[in-house]
Structures are given as structure tokens and as C-alpha cells.
């Protein structure tokens, strides 16, 4: 048997017992390399964090990119962001598919943006935007206007505004309109062939498109509004119901940008309350 002196040199040398692994966190795309160094002269482990590095998480792979039949046809895909925000526009993009896409150019992680992380919605919203026979464009409807009319024809009004944007040429091209959800804006659907598409963007690759392409476009406008003014953590939430929404709300009141016929925030203006989180 080792003698005590020998034991406590061993552990003085550094002999614990090390265990390592790595923490994939999924939204940040970070791998951390821990270490849990167990210290025989204390009852608990202590965590340390000894190394973190950022690294390329690997994209998923993009949606089937199924080309148009023949030079006359063109494929369009619609989706939105937005309806269930508290606060700013409502945003809808339009991707369409001419003749001219080569469906080898175009890397991966062109999905549902939900399933990206906001760098891959990034870096990928810069591919799609730039990609030859990809035509795309936005359009954005206020918190005013959405107060007038309510979210749903405003979201219908942000989809039409994005595929007249596109300025398809009806003469040319057969244009086909697939709508992410179960409904399609009475204005889209008297003027082009539309189809509505239940979890369009987790199944058409034009749709998925437009999906990042509205999120993306959204989400700096919120950042935007979050500088000018970081009370109510627009940078954070996006203006969607969240604790520190509700919490910033109660705090400061209304901002200009916050949607009133929202019923939590009618609730607030009717009675200066906001309901418990998780109640709304």
C-alpha cells in the first residue's frame, strides 16, 4: 500500500479524474469543451468551462428543388412573419423559380426557417438572395394599418403586395402561386393560379425560401427598432409575447409600434393591466 505522503504527491501531480464531453447548444451553433474536475478534498464537482470555440454548424439539407417544366412556367412561393407579434409590421415575401434556376447552384439549408438558427437564416437569406433565377421581394404592412383592418387581411394584403412586387409578365409565363396555410388572399387569388399549401415551408423548397426571406427582413426590423428604442427587447423577442415583453410592458406602457387591438394589449388599455404570463 502506497504510503499517505505518496497519495498526496499523486494528487498534487494533477492525477484526478477528469471527465470530458462537449455541449452542443443548438441555437448559437457553439460546441463547449468542459471539464468536471473532481477534487478529492471537496464533496461537490467543480464544473469549469476550459475551452468554447464557434464552429459552422452543418446545415440541414435544402427542401427538393424541382425546376419548372418548360420555359414558360414559373413557380412562386408566399409566406409571412408576424401574425402572432404583439408589435410592428406583419412581413410576407414572394420566391419565384424561372426557367433560368439551376437547381445545383444553390447550397444548403433552404427549409423552414424555424429550423435555423438566426446566423444560418443569414447566411443563407445571402445565397437565396443572390442566386441567378431566384426572383424574390418583401413587403411589409404597419401596426396602424393591421389595427384597421385585423392581422388576417393584413397578412393577406403583405402576401399580395409580395407577389405584385414581383411584376410577373402574364404574357410570358404561366405562373403558379403556392400559399404557405390554409387560406389564399382573395386579391392573389383573381389575378394568378394559387394553391394553398398546409406546412408549405416544411415541404416546398420556394416556399421554404420565402419563409427565411420574410423572417430574416423581420427580424432586422425589429433590431432596428430595438436601438432606437431597447426598452422593450425587440432585439430579443421580436415583439412576440414574452415574460420580459410583458414584464418591460407593465413597466413602460405602450410604444408606438405595439399593436393595440392585440387582446392582451386591449386588455391593458381597458383596464391597465396585462394578463399573467402564460394567460394571454
Known amino acids: 500500500t502506497s504510503p499517505p505522503s505518496a497519495k498526496k504527491g499523486m494528487l498534487k501531480a494533477g492525477v484526478h479524474r477528469r471527465l470530458l464531453f462537449s455541449l452542443r447548444v443548438a ?39 424541382q425546376p419548372p417544366v418548360n420555359s414558360h412556367e414559373l413557380l412562386v412561393g408566399v409566406d409571412e412573419v408576424g401574425r402572432g407579434s404583439l408589435a410592428g409590421p406583419v412581413v410576407a415575401a414572394a ?3 424561372t426557367p433560368d434556376f439551376d437547381v445545383s447552384t444553390l447550397p444548403e439549408g433552404v427549409v423552414d426557417s424555424k429550423r435555423l438558427n438566426s446566423k444560418q437564416r443569414e447566411q443563407v437569406y445571402q445565397q437565396v438572395t443572390q442566386t441567378f433565377g431566384l426572383k424574390w421581394d418583401v413587403a411589409c404592412v404597419n401596426e396602424s394599418y393591421i389595427d384597421e383592418v385585423n392581422i388576417l387581411q393584413a397578412t393577406f394584403e403583405a402576401m399580395t403586395q409580395a ?16 400559399v404557405d396555410g390554409n387560406q ?22 420556394v416556399i421554404a425560401a420565402a419563409s427565411i ?15 432606437e428604442d431597447p426598452r422593450y427587447g425587440f432585439a430579443n423577442h421580436v415583439g412576440y409575447p414574452t415574460q420580459k415583453h410583458f414584464l418591460a410592458l407593465r413597466q413602460y406602457g405602450l410604444s408606438k409600434v405595439h399593436r393595440k387591438t392585440f387582446k392582451p394589449i386591449k386588455s391593458f388599455l381597458a383596464s391597465g393591466c396585462l394578463p399573467e404570463w402564460g394567460k394571454r
Open 213 to 227: 426571406i420574410a423572417k430574416v427582413t423581420r427580424d432586422r426590423y425589429m433590431c432596428n427598432l430595438d436601438k
Open 163 to 178: 407577389v405584385h412586387k414581383l411584376r410577373i409578365d402574364h404574357s410570358a409565363y404561366n405562373a403558379q402561386v403556392l
Open 27 to 65: 441555437d448559437s451553433g457553439c460546441f463547449f469543451v468542459m471539464a468536471i474536475i473532481l477534487l478529492p478534498w471537496w464533496r461537490n464537482a467543480k464544473l469549469v468551462i476550459c475551452h468554447g470555440s464557434f464552429r459552422n454548424m452543418r446545415m440541414p439539407p435544402s427542401l427538393p428543388r
Open 184 to 205: 389564399i388572399p382573395p386579391n392573389l387569388k383573381s389575378t394568378f393560379n394559387c394553391k394553398s399549401v398546409v406546412r408549405g415551408d416544411s415541404n416546398h423548397f
Open 95 to 97: 420566391v419565384a423559380m
